[in-house]
């Protein structure tokens, strides 16, 4: 994880080797769902307590993958704006998988 990616473009190809394991992914998908959840929920009650909860949930599932299913340390650490956008490029592509069958 030494090399420096100078566009995102060249970065998700290495995000998706560090997410090969299954079980990983799909605890970053459901951790991304429930991060969505939150946030309408603090929007529609009024209540930004809520909001409070949305790191602890999505890094929470991520790192849970990474660490017991992967066994990799999450490329957050080292590119967190990169990683945020390839969580959410995954889960975008993983929903449409998942709307196709």
């Known amino acids: 994880m030494n090399e ?34 939150l946030l309408v ?3 529609v009650t009024n209540n930004g307590w809520l909001l409070w909860f949305i790191p602890v949930v999505g890094y929470g599932f ?14 957050t650490f080292q590119y967190p704006l990169y990683s945020l956008m390839g969580d959410w490029v995954m889960f975008v592509q993983m929903l449409r998988n998942l709307l196709r069958h």
């Open 4 to 37: 420096r990616y100078k566009c995102f473009a060249d970065f998700y190809p290495f995000y998706l080797s560090q997410h090969q394991n299954k079980t990983c992914r799909w605890l970053h998908f459901i951790g991304s769902s429930l991060v969505l959840l």
């Open 41 to 43: 929920g603090a929007i």
């Open 62 to 75: 991520a790192w849970v993958g990474h660490f017991i299913f992967e066994q990799n340390r999450p490329a």
